[in-house]
């Protein structure tokens, strides 16, 4: 679903994409019970990532609008 058009959209849940999403849950688990995780090897993908106000990459700053 596209909250900005309003468009949904089909996706096919195959083997590959329900492997990926039990991965990705347990890695959320594994940070939600204090695992801190590695830092990304490429900062320079870090501006448009939501983590990078937690991440130990990226230097914590104040963003102005």
Same mark, same amino acid.
């Given at each position: 679903?596209? /909250? &900005?058009? %309003?468009? $949904? /959209? &089909? +996706?096919?849940?195959? @083997?590959?994409?329900? $492997?990926?999403?039990?991965? $990705? /849950?347990?890695? !959320?688990? @594994? !940070?939600? $019970? %204090?695992?801190?995780? @590695?830092?990304?090897?490429?900062?320079?993908? *870090?501006? %448009? *990532?939501?983590?990078?106000?937690? *991440? /130990?990459?990226?230097?914590?700053?104040? &963003?102005? +609008?």
């Amino acid at each position: 679903y596209y /909250a &900005e058009t %309003g468009e $949904t /959209a &089909e +996706i096919p849940l195959t @083997q590959d994409l329900k $492997t990926l999403v039990l991965y $990705t /849950a347990d890695k !959320i688990r @594994q !940070i939600y $019970t %204090g695992h801190t995780p @590695q830092p990304r090897p490429h900062p320079n993908k *870090c501006p %448009g *990532c939501w983590y990078r106000k937690w *991440c /130990a990459t990226t230097p914590t700053t104040i &963003e102005t +609008i």
